[in-house]
């Protein structure tokens, strides 16, 4: 007999070995009481999902759709019901899962053999929709059940070899995996990188509809998994996308496997080069832009406010955004709001009683304003300066008078904010929204979480500054994102412009950093989940040395070796 610890309510029972997390569940259902229906588990602080056997003594911890976990397997499983219905309405029709939009996932969408007379496929129609909408639910009502089956990896790329996915026979050859797992649903094959629920049956809250050209999958709530999550159309991130999309076609890449075969035929050094090119030309044709409107008769730009979440970019963007307006004949000034924080007792709290810094009342932003708008004027202004030690905002004699050349840089969580330049007239902002919006997937259906990205940036650069370990970064990150949420992205689609500062072989670099930070995490803490996620997640891509990326390059803001100033 087996010792399982539930931690849900700290209640060790005794189990037969070979019983499964439903069995555990089944005997600790009634006094554990989660509010929402139970997707999976964690074993030990790793993520598994509840048809896993236990054969030792176990902690268990059980999850709904809330934790970051239980959401993953939630989504990932209703990507399977996606696809197989696809494949059961257009058989031989091409889906791609390719990243999240409108707080659900945006999936472009090819059905085989329909063609129209200018070689495009046909756009979807809302029968096609309402089709792949009723097949889907047929799947949950018949509660059919995800089978997973381990296999050699010469057995599993041969399964995916014989029905052409291309994609996943890629990422397994180059994974370096001795066994790799693989599902079926009914008599539909699929890889996916992370534990499904038992049946289509857990999958309650879904909706499917049209989006541009394809197909929006729309998930439950991360609060309330009983409900869909709100749409909220974000057309310019979409076009951003785009844009990144059309950079992976000029690089010839669109996942794991197609980045490892290059760097297998020793193209790295060439995917950096054009990756941080493309990234330079858009910076160049942002410089410019707000150069013209700079020098307009009327209503000329003045100011350039750029924000963008954690780990974005921003300070490294800001620098190479300045020297690009330098060399259009602008003189770039830095204006800071930290400047404007309110003295340390005036800070706004959060309910647990700690300061709640990403709060805008943490700005004094009738006074910035105020500022601002006195400059604009052509007056001289006194600014403030923030003593982080004290906790007090002081006047130390600095004083700022634009010249006729100058353009304003303002940097930070709340540049979007429309409470930080209410007053300010919108025709004299120049509005930058930045983030790593990663377009590379691992394969066409196992796409990146953008915020995955910056969380392993942010890790990397912590520990290396000897500010956090990579636990406490982890135990951080929640609280970074709820922030986020809150005070950034309602405002991301009111930027003039948006800068993606991923780079196709980025994850290939960070790992040669990630690895060695990422195994330091304790297994006995609840961060070593996450931690063991993000190692299992990178390892599908081949390592490559930082040494040939730029001193500039956004990256270097993380992996240190800028050639900046922070």
């Known amino acids: 007999m087996l010792q399982i610890r539930c931690k849900n309510n700290n209640v060790t029972k005794s189990f037969p070995e070979g019983c499964s997390l439903l069995d555990v569940y089944q005997e600790f259902q009634d006094e554990i009481q989660l509010p929402y229906p139970v997707v999976s588990a964690k074993v030990n602080n790793a993520s598994q999902g509840l048809k896993f056997r236990l054969y030792q003594n176990r ?33 031989g029709s091409k889906l791609f899962i390719e990243h999240s939009l409108c707080r659900g996932y945006y999936c472009n969408f090819k059905k085989k053999g ?15 929709v309402a089709l792949l909408r009723q097949r889907m639910q047929e799947i949950v009502n018949l509660d059919m059940p995800f089978r997973r089956t381990e296999a050699t990896n010469e057995e599993a790329i041969r399964v995916f070899a014989e029905r052409g996915f291309s994609d996943k026979v890629k990422l397994l050859e180059t994974s370096g995996q001795i066994y790799s797992d693989y ?5 539909t094959v699929d890889y996916y990188y992370g534990p499904l ?14 989006y541009e050209q394809g197909l929006l999958l729309r998930v439950p709530d991360w609060n309330n998994p009983n409900q869909l999550a709100e749409k909220v159309d974000q057309p310019k991130t979409f076009e951003m996308f785009a844009e990144k999309t059309k950079w992976d076609i000029i690089m010839r890449l669109s996942n794991a496997g197609d980045v490892n075969k290059a760097i297998m035929r020793g193209y790295a050094s060439e995917l950096i080069q054009v990756s941080e090119a493309l990234q330079e030309k858009k910076i160049v044709q942002i410089a410019e832009d707000i150069e013209s409107r700079f020098h307009r008769e009327q209503d000329p730009v003045r100011i350039v406010l750029i924000t963008g ?60 304003e105020d500022h601002l708008l006195r400059l604009m004027q052509g007056e001289r202004v006194e600014i403030p300066e923030y003593n982080f030690v004290t906790g007090k905002r002081e006047w130390n004699g600095k004083k700022l008078k634009l010249g006729s050349d100058t353009v304003l840089i303002i940097e930070g969580i709340h540049a979007l904010n429309p409470l930080l330049t209410k007053k300010v007239p919108d025709s004299l902002k120049y509005k930058i929204y930045i983030s790593a919006l990663t377009s590379i997937s691992l394969d066409d259906h196992n796409w990146i979480p953008v915020r995955d990205n910056r969380l392993l940036r ?15 970064t982890i135990a ?28 196709n072989i980025e994850f290939a670099v960070l790992r040669t950093h990630a690895e060695i930070i990422l195994s330091s995490v304790p297994k006995n803490c609840p961060e070593y989940s996450e931690a063991h996620r993000l190692l299992k997640f990178i390892h599908f891509f081949l390592p490559v040395s930082d040494k040939e990326i730029p001193p500039t390059s956004i990256m270097r803001e993380f992996v240190g070796g800028s050639s900046f100033k922070y």
Not at 183 to 187: H, I, P, S, V
């Open 309 to 368: 979440p954690s780990s974005s970019g921003k300070t490294t963007f800001c620098k190479r955004l300045s020297v690009q307006l330098l060399a259009c004949g602008l003189r770039p000034v830095s204006f800071s709001t930290d400047d404007y924080f309110v003295n340390r007792e005036d800070t706004p709290k959060l309910p647990n009683g700690d300061y709640d810094f990403d709060n805008i009342e943490t700005v004094e932003y009738s006074l910035l």
């Open 114 to 128: 329909m063609v129209s007379t200018n070689s495009h496929a046909e756009p979807l129609t809302d029968e096609d």
């Open 59 to 91: 902690d268990v911890e059980f999850l709904d759709a809330r934790e970051g976990s239980g959401h993953r397997v939630y989504v990932r499983s209703l990507s399977f019901v996606l696809y197989k219905a696809t494949q059961d309405v257009f058989p």
């Open 197 to 210: 629920v038992p049946s289509a049956g857990y999958l309650k809250v879904w909706g499917l509809e049209r």
């Open 476 to 503: 951080q990150w929640k609280n970074v994102c709820e922030a986020e949420n809150q005070w950034i992205f309602p405002y991301q689609e009111s930027a003039d412009v948006m800068f993606n500062s991923a780079l």
């Open 183 to 187: 599902y079926t649903l009914g008599d």
């Open 458 to 472: 942010r890790i990397i650069r912590d520990y290396n500054k000897g500010a956090f370990t990579a636990q406490q």
